[in-house]
């Protein structure tokens, strides 16, 4: 692994002394937001996890290395560079034999992250049943990556463009313990409701840390879905989004988008439809989780002294 895989010296150091480290994806670099918002948000991610006591990193792969840990010049890379690859799990191997670009999804930032040792990661919200999958199967890949490896995934529930039932009842089926923090509903996205409920409200880091020990203990294989609603002076409220997303997806649907361009597509279109407040949304709900992710890993590394 030494030749394909690159951590940081921070996060090398961090893991090392058994210091809390938190996983931070790169789609929404390269794929979630224009330049320089991309790179605003990433820079302002790390941040938020440094006051909170843990060490970023960033996952990526960069002319086939996969690196754990980014630094300013790495970061302004990706934000910057057109045509990197959108990297899940069955990505990963062809970008490193190719020697290519590649900004990690969910699915290949949890693996990644549990190549490394690290045990918590922080995203917007993770992928999951796409409307329509009955006939499509699309079906993304972070939910079975949440299905067997052994990461604790911080974030504002799944995109609400999904369809949000069927995700959850993938997870179900799949053994995967959808925990609300200081929340009994799951939230969808930009809105902190969704009608569905969670398998158990936790109401502080320390509780969801010792749930994760708990399964390790126990030996139970599998990630954990920890949903942190938006922060309520950000949220977009239902009346407002949920015609958006509607509009979005006829859109897409009539232009063929497909596979892994919806998400993009889809966050694009939304994007310009509300007049770029979904794109704050975004970033406020991306700090909220890398807040409670620092947090949580720091629970997981003071429990382990």
């Known amino acids: 692994m030494t030749e394909h895989l690159l951590i940081a010296p921070d996060v090398r150091a961090a893991l090392h002394a058994g210091e809390p480290v938190v996983a931070l994806e790169s789609t929404i670099i390269s794929h979630g937001f224009p330049y320089p918002a991309n790179l605003e948000c990433a820079v302002a991610a790390e941040l938020v996890a440094r006051e909170e006591g843990a060490v970023p990193a960033t996952i990526a792969l960069i002319g086939g290395v996969i690196r754990v840990g980014l630094d300013s010049i790495g970061l302004?890379?990706?934000?910057?560079?057109?045509?990197?690859?959108?990297?899940?799990?069955?990505?990963?191997?062809?970008?490193?034999?190719?020697?290519?670009?590649?900004?990690?999804t969910v699915a290949a930032t949890m693996m990644v992250a549990a190549m490394a040792g690290i045990r918590v990661f922080a995203t917007g919200g993770i992928g999951g049943v796409h409307r329509g999958a009955e006939t499509s199967f699309d079906i993304s890949a972070d939910l079975e990556e949440l299905a067997h490896t052994d990461v604790a995934v911080v974030c504002a529930g799944a995109k609400s463009v999904l369809d949000l039932g069927l995700t959850l009842e993938y997870l179900e089926t799949h053994g995967v313990p959808v925990l609300g923090y200081q929340t009994g509903e799951f939230p969808a996205f930009y809105t902190r409701t969704s009608g569905f409920g969670v398998d158990a409200r936790l109401d502080s880091a320390e509780e969801i840390a010792a749930v994760v020990r708990a399964r390790r203990e126990?030996?139970?294989?599998?990630?954990?879905?920890?949903?942190?609603?938006?922060?309520?002076?950000?949220?977009?409220?239902?009346a407002e989004i949920d015609g958006v997303i509607e509009t979005a997806l006829a859109e897409a649907a009539e232009r063929g988008v497909r596979g892994k361009a919806v998400?993009?597509?889809?966050?694009?279109r939304i994007h310009a439809l509300t007049g770029g407040a979904s794109e704050e949304a975004n970033k406020e709900l991306v700090y909220n989780n890398v807040r409670l992710a620092a947090k949580v890993a720091g629970a997981l590394a003071e429990g382990d002294r």
Do not use: Q, W
Not at 85 to 98: E, G, I, P, Q, Y
């Open 263 to 268: 998400t993009p597509f889809l966050l694009g």
């Open 76 to 104: 302004e890379y990706l934000a910057t560079t057109a045509g990197v690859a959108k990297a899940s799990r069955r990505d990963l191997a062809t970008l490193v034999a190719c020697g290519s670009d590649g900004a990690t």
């Open 218 to 238: 126990l030996g139970i294989s599998g990630g954990v879905v920890v949903a942190n609603p938006i922060p309520a002076e950000h949220e977009i409220p239902h």
